[in-house]
């Protein structure tokens, strides 16, 4: 709750500093999904980081991912292969792959799920969040040595883990 409670405040700070920053509002939208779970927020602010900047290959992952929690995850898995398609070498490279791995798993494209997973891992393999969707997608296609060895993996950096957490509300990947 204090972590949220931060994330939020630091949002409207940031908002408040940097209203025409495309990169804040697309983090923004991230918060918004992760901590909020309000998409339509999630969307609006991830609309205004793609009008600000349409090069900002975060904000089009973001985008992506409001779509997809809004029930329009083929348009949504679009969105955000269009951030990873632009997204080149940034830095953010591995969270924007995070970001269409989630969204292609929303849309049920296991492949592109699964590309785009790797890809992120690779790029940032201290990184969690394609490790969970990577287990449970490996688990459902019944690569059980792939998915065993991302959830090796996983448990070095999250060492209570456990395939019960991934339907469990409170965790990320739910």
Known sequence: QTAAEEALAFLRCAMELEPHNSYVA???????T???RSYIAAYELARRSIEINPAN?????CLGIAECHLG?????????????RISGSSPLRFQVDALSCTAATMAGDLETAIQCGESGH???????????????IYLL??????????????????PDFSYAMLGDKSYPTA
């Open 57 to 61: 290959p975060m904000g089009w992952a």
């Open 26 to 32: 697309s983090f923004g939208a991230q918060v918004h």
């Open 72 to 84: 329009r995850s083929k348009i949504g898995l679009e969105h955000a292969l269009t951030g990873r």
């Open 34 to 36: 992760i901590v909020r």
């Open 141 to 158: 296609r019944g690569e059980h040595e792939q998915s065993l060895e991302k959830v090796t993996t996983l448990q070095a950096l999250e």
């Open 122 to 136: 690779a790029l940032a393999p201290t990184f969690a969040p394609p490790l969970r969707y990577l287990s449970a």
